[in-house]
């Protein structure tokens, strides 16, 4: 999968819901260039801005998107811990 293509199902991905891409374009760049990078690295679209554990299990949940509704940062800030996905 490529950029493009990442960014593509990610819009996709918030159509009909109560959130969409960070309009910060630049922003956005930096963590599909990080999300991709760790696909490279460990086979799997993982968070750039999370800590692996080295678990399969913690793997699984830093997969992007992840289950950012229960994020402090979604009640506090209105966006996902990296800023991807924000409240409409
Ligand atoms: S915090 Fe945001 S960028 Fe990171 S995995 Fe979750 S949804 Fe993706």
Redesign the pocket.
Known sequence: MNKEELRNAWEQFTDNNDFRINPDKKHVDL?IK??LENEKRHGL??????VRDGTRQRDLE???????KI?E?WKSKG???????VKR
């Open positions: 963590i990080g999300v679209k993982l968070c750039p801005c999370q830093l997969i992007c998107p992840c289950n950012f994020q940062t966006m996902c811990w990296c800023g991807l996905f």
